[in-house]
């Protein structure tokens, strides 16, 4: 490949309509990020004679806030059933399944038999 061709190429992609809306539409959407409430929460360091009492204070926030939701009661419990069902054998979810398209099945054919022979009204 040729120094003109990898210019020409580089220039047909730079000229491109398709790729420069792209272009700006990921540059828009990193600018709505960068200055955005989450981007100010957790990016965001304060300037001037006060630093390190602003930051303590930043991170003792930040630290009693994720405290609080590792220690919380949904999170311990959704931890424990997760690691109940990646534990368990592979035998216990084909019987589940087993089970559950049995039921299903004898549920389905009752339906049909029962509203056929008028048992039940309104099917």
Known sequence: ?????????SGIISNS????FFDKLCTGAHEKVKTGLFARIFCSYPEGK???QKLKKSRTF?????EKIENSVLTA??????????????KVYGSFLFAFSA???????????LCNSGVIGGC
């Open 1 to 9: 490949m040729k120094k003109s061709d990898g210019k020409r190429i």
């Open 62 to 66: 930040r630290s009693k806030v994720a």
């Open 17 to 20: 309509r398709v790729l420069s």
């Open 103 to 113: 039921f299903s099945g004898v549920y389905s054919l009752l339906s049909v038999v």
């Open 50 to 52: 006060k630093v390190k």
């Open 77 to 90: 419990f959704f931890s424990k059933l997760l690691v109940f069902f990646i534990e368990c054998r592979l």
